[in-house]
């Protein structure tokens, strides 16, 4: 086996040990469903066994399907994750050796797939940067769920580096033309190609994201209370439920607390906030006298290197994301503290643009100019139009291994489980 497919059988070892690692909970707390908006956990495991045969035994081994009476309970497109716990799925000790036997095989055709084919499944592992992607973006859901369960000690922390002085508050970004998205990146999806330039104005955008301290001022200077902030819709969700602050916040007195993954601490006000949907994103940047980047702006600030007039896979550049860079692939539960990754700021001096939370843009999902679906429609284009917003940046919850600065993810604006957060900007004219 050459080094890239030796490469890959280390990915697709490492997303199943997460996967793994996660669902090592009693049986009653994966077969439970947490939230109508989730899977029950056992769900999540066996699907992306399922969606490996499919794509790599079946699609690219032509391998005939193991399991295919299974096929309809793990399309996520036949029935909504509030019904799922009504399906026949298989109960966690099945689902474990159904994914097993369905790995085994995989390597199998690891080892003998043409990764220099002109298939475009094939070339250059795409079938195996596939699953390896989708798997690490269900774990990051399992994540989601095991915080919507409330229950302690499944979750494993870690160390983060320290935050310091933020300095500046904002960074410029010249007027003028990038390229966006990619033609090179071999297993990027088809959201982010192809590559096209876009011409935009200068404008400020956050170097940090938008921290608990600020939101608190927020909160306490009345903004959940004035709908001058909100948009209609905004304003309607937030007051028919009754929203008062992020997901998972708590006031006592004059404190603040959160509960994460079971357990309530002390607000941290040197975290970038998390778990807000679009809605608190957005009346948050009015009321601070700006607005959400557009996902144009978000990428440009994050990746384009201006001297060498192309695109980075990452802020920093292309060496891969250490723990001096970016809080990535779960190494603490939480975000880490506002300025901890100086190493990491891109080449206009944004920072944190990568990892700790996904930030909310103003855009909504829509296809680039020239796109074509790869390798299923289902993937990107039934999504688009403007029912989802654009998120950016993976979250502490991302693995490198799904995350660069091109990655494209997309959901409803009312959304506050998953790891979300933000940052702002402003056009030059209000400088």
């Not at 369960?149 to 499944?154: H, V």
């Not at 384009?304 to 001096?324: L, N, T, V």
């Amino acid at each position: 086996m050459n080094d890239f497919k030796e490469r890959i059988a280390a990915e697709l070892i490492a997303v199943r040990d997460r996967s793994l690692a996660y669902t090592e909970a009693d049986d009653d707390l994966l077969i439970r469903q947490h939230s109508p908006l989730m899977s029950p956990l056992v769900w999540d495991l066996a699907h992306v066994g399922n969606y490996e045969e499919l794509w790599v035994l079946r699609e690219a081994g032509g391998i005939t399907p193991l399991r295919p009476e299974i096929d309809d309970i793990y399309d996520a497109f036949k029935t909504p994750r509030k019904d799922r716990p009504s399906l026949p799925f298989l109960k966690p000790n099945e689902a474990r050796r159904y994914i097993e036997g369905v790995r085994g095989r995989v390597l199998d055709v690891l080892d003998t797939i043409d990764l220099e084919s002109p298939s475009p499944l094939h070339r250059d592992g795409f079938v195996f940067g596939l699953v390896i992607q989708h798997e690490h973006q269900h774990d990051e859901t399992m994540l989601a769920t095991l915080q919507l369960s409330r229950q302690p000690g499944l979750v494993r922390e870690g160390d983060l580096p320290p935050g310091r002085d933020q300095g500046r508050e904002e960074v410029y970004v010249p007027a003028g033309p990038f390229f966006m998205g990619t033609d090179t990146l071999p297993w990027a999806y088809d959201n982010e190609r192809p590559a096209h330039q876009v011409d935009l104005p200068g404008y400020w955008i956050d170097r940090l994201p938008v921290g608990n301290r600020a939101y608190v001022a927020f909160i306490e200077e009345g903004g959940y209370d004035d709908p001058r902030w909100w948009t209609a819709e905004g304003w309607e969700w937030r007051r028919r439920k009754g929203i008062v602050a992020p997901l998972f916040w708590a006031k006592d007195g004059a404190s603040w607390s959160r509960t994460r993954f079971g357990r309530t601490e002390a607000l941290p006000m040197d975290e970038p906030v998390q778990h807000v949907s679009w809605y608190e994103a957005d009346a948050y940047a009015r009321w601070a006298g700006k607005r959400l980047p557009t996902e144009a702006e978000w990428e440009k600030a994050c990746g384009w290197d201006p001297e060498r007039r192309r695109a980075r896979r990452y802020p920093w550049g292309e060496a891969d994301p250490g723990p001096s860079l970016a809080n990535l692939g779960h190494r603490a539960a939480r975000p880490a503290p506002l300025g901890a990754y100086p190493a990491g700021a891109s080449a206009y001096g944004a920072e944190q643009m990568v990892g700790d939370v996904w930030e909310w843009t103003s855009s909504w999902f829509h296809p680039y100019p020239g796109f074509r679906s790869f390798p299923y429609k289902e993937y990107s284009e039934v999504f688009f139009g403007e029912e989802y917003r654009v998120l950016r940046g993976g979250s502490w919850a991302a693995d490198p291994a799904a995350v660069r600065t091109t990655f494209r993810n997309w959901d409803y604006p009312i959304r506050r489980q998953i790891f979300t957060g933000f940052r702002c900007a402003r056009s030059e004219r209000a400088a």
